[in-house]
């Protein structure tokens, strides 16, 4: 059987052909940002940026749920006084609650407790706003 050198070349040189250029590594947006970024020895920055945005969302997202969750502590605690109020005017016979949960209602209103959650964040916040 006689040697070929050209039928040997033909298959190394169809090795690729299948890949279009527009697909190729090379066009890649983020391979050309990474390829950059390691040129520039800026792969510990970048991530440090990226650790930070991290981060900076989640403390949105906490504060997001804890702003909401005064709210609804706060519209609880309106309901609650309205009831109170309600049970103080009104007369014995439309009254609904016993003796023992108005007394609840009255520590819980006048306990020192829910100032000072209260003072305690919204102090700082309060404090942000004048500066």
Known sequence: MPHNTKNEALP??????DISVSSSPSNDQQALKEAQAFDNDDLEAQSRKANHDRTEELKKVVHWLFKWGVRTAGLALIMVFIVRVAHFILPESC?????DRINDIDRLMFSGALGGLLAKYLGPVMDNGKK
């Not at 190394?12 to 052909?17: E, N, R, Y």
């Not at 009254?95 to 003796?99: N, R």
């Open 12 to 17: 190394l040189s169809v090795i690729g052909a």
């Open 95 to 99: 009254t609904w609650l016993s003796t």
